[in-house]
């Protein structure tokens, strides 16, 4: 499984941006599609993340701003951010794990808020 964001850049307080990510190969051994992001000197933390057949999860900073989704077929799933802060300004990391627990990270996309 192969995973490449993209859709990161400079925004200004309170704008939107989206980002998505590709999967590719084993699409189908995939059971839980995430976001993880991780801001300079701190630790990667994880945003929202999304299983087959359960509702969204989201910690509570984005929580009501950031939503989580994928199209049926698994092959890209996104993170709509709204009312953006300066303080979601970091490296944003699509993460997927299979059926087996194994987890798969893409490159990293990084976002900027200015305020």
């Known amino acids: 499984v192969q995973l490449q964001a993209c859709g990161g850049g400079l925004v200004q307080g309170g704008g939107s941006l989206r980002l998505s990510c590709t999967v590719r190969?084993?699409?189908?051994?995939?059971?839980?599609w995430a976001w993880y992001r991780q801001a300079a000197g701190k630790q990667r933390e994880l945003v929202a993340r999304?299983?087959?057949?359960?509702?969204?999860d989201y910690a509570d900073f984005v929580k009501d701003r950031f939503i989580i989704s994928r199209d049926n077929a698994a092959t890209i799933f996104s993170l709509e951010m709204n009312s953006l802060k300066p303080e979601d300004t970091a490296v944003y990391y699509c993460?997927?794990?299979?059926?087996?627990?194994?987890?798969?990270w893409g490159q990293g996309t990084l976002v900027t808020v200015s305020s």
């Open positions: 993460n997927a794990q299979d059926r087996w627990f194994k987890e798969y």
């Open positions: 999304i299983s087959r057949g359960d509702s969204p």
């Open positions: 190969g084993s699409r189908n051994s995939i059971n839980i």
